[in-house]
């Protein structure tokens, strides 16, 4: 084989492309049927999803064995799967949902009040009743709470089916209005966040790796019928390795339109699913249901630097540097771009999203972002540390 032809084949391999991807073969692979046979855990399929009876779960996670048996089903289940599970009565007692429920409705109350929060990832502005960072909110406002809420064995243990013993939660509250309109069909976080050309960049095993890295799931602080719109989904669409380019495209989100399925939620109940599956939160139909939900996203403590840094001083120092070098010609602007890739934090979550949301786009600006174009337009010394500033005070709680 000519090296040319093996280098062509090789790059084709490691890097995806929006134009290598094939619709035919994401609908063989998102058409698959689930047998129930296969999941003996499960207490049923509805529209191939996998249905879980979590009274039933806590019986057998009792013993050691019956718990490790339903954290390897469920991670089966995510992974090779659906790519989604429903467990019904997540919360055998909803008076934690009650409670948490007043505490969130009190913050949209003052966000209204002060015209804060808003922005979402995947639908307009204004749309939905957003609370950023509710996690640490709710630990803060009403530790006793919070205690009672994320004090839950079935939290933990599909956190740990996932991610492993290691995990971080964040929540972000989402209450759709009547009249409130679907999302845009996507892929979560992190390639999910970013743009087709962003995602290009990223050789194929990080398009398979990202998954990993993080659980998304929700449960529901209300009953939730169909016609207030509970999240759509399509069955299997996370085992197609181009997904993440493929979402953004029209065929496929047509594709996701006529084939999506959506099941209706209650109070208590919760969904959980790997971040790759196709899905957006539905329109509220509903002439009077506010539908809300707690959107728990679980972190894996695997996506951490070894050493701690303070890349805000380091970028601080390095600039004027920088700027010094290249005008003495000591170094070449591709040398400088290098450098500030190897200093600054090259990723823009995670933020404080209340004061850095991503309004206009699906990830504010990162801090090599913002050094970067600094440094193209020659921006003074002075001017981009007092923009630096801004920008990590905005990341604070």
């Given at each position: 084989m000519k090296s040319d032809n093996l280098t062509k084949l090789r790059a084709d391999r490691i890097y995806l492309?929006?134009?290598?991807?094939?619709?035919?073969?994401?609908?063989?692979?998102?058409?698959?049927?689930?047998?129930?046979?296969?999941?003996?855990?499960a207490a049923e399929v509805a529209s191939r999803v996998l249905i879980y009876d979590c009274d039933q779960v806590r019986r057998t996670a009792a013993t050691d064995e019956g718990?490790?048996?339903?954290?390897?089903?469920?991670?089966?289940?995510?992974?090779?799967?659906p790519g989604i599970i429903v467990l019904r009565r997540a919360f055998a007692d909803t008076a934690p949902i009650d409670a948490a429920s007043d505490v969130f409705r009190a913050i949209i109350?003052?966000?209204?009040?002060?015209?804060?929060?808003?922005?979402?990832?995947?639908?307009?502005?204004?749309?939905?009743?957003?609370?950023?960072?509710?996690?640490?909110?709710?630990?803060?406002r009403a530790p006793d709470v919070f205690a009672g809420y994320y004090g839950n064995e079935i939290l933990a243990m599909v956190s740990e089916a996932w991610l492993g013993p290691a995990y971080q939660f964040t929540s972000q509250v989402n209450v759709v209005n009547p009249g409130g309109e679907a999302q845009s069909a996507h892929r979560d976080y992190h390639?999910?966040?970013m743009t087709p050309a962003q995602m290009a960049q990223y050789p194929a095993h990080v398009h398979r790796l990202s998954p990993a890295l993080t659980l998304q799931g929700a449960v529901a602080h209300c009953d939730m019928p169909v016609e207030t719109g509970p999240t759509l989904y399509l069955p299997y669409s996370q085992s197609y390795e181009p997904g993440y380019l493929a979402i953004t495209t029209p065929e496929f989100r047509a594709y996701f339109e006529q084939h999506h399925v959506q099941l209706?939620?209650?109070?208590?109940?919760?969904?959980?699913?790997?971040?790759?599956?196709?899905?957006?939160?539905g329109t509220n139909r509903s002439k009077d249901i506010r539908r809300m939900a707690n959107l728990l996203q679980v972190s894996s403590a695997f996506g951490r630097a070894m050493e701690s840094m303070d890349r805000t001083r380091?970028?601080?120092?390095?600039?004027?540097?920088?700027?010094?070098?290249?005008?003495?010609?000591?170094?070449?602007?591709?040398?400088?771009?290098?450098?500030?890739?190897?200093c600054a934090e090259g990723y823009p979550f995670p933020t404080n999203l209340d004061r850095d949301p991503p309004v206009g786009g699906l990830a504010p600006k990162s801090q090599h972002t913002l050094m970067r174009e600094a440094f193209l337009a020659g921006e003074p010394d002075g001017a981009f540390s007092a923009g630096l500033k801004a920008q990590a005070e905005k990341r604070l709680t």
């Open positions: 492309s929006p134009e290598r991807v094939w619709l035919e073969e994401f609908a063989r692979i998102s058409e698959t049927e689930t047998r129930l046979e296969d999941y003996p855990l718990r490790r048996a339903v954290l390897a089903e469920w991670a089966e289940a995510l992974l090779s799967g109350a003052e966000q209204h009040e002060n015209n804060t929060g808003g922005g979402d990832h995947f639908a307009k502005p204004g749309a939905n009743d957003r609370i950023w960072n509710a996690l640490e909110k709710l630990c803060l390639l999910g966040f209706p939620l209650e109070k208590g109940d919760a969904a959980f699913f790997n971040p790759a599956l196709f899905h957006a939160a380091m970028s601080t120092v390095l600039y004027p540097v920088l700027q010094d070098m290249r005008g003495s010609g000591q170094i070449t602007e591709a040398q400088a771009l290098d450098a500030i890739a190897a």
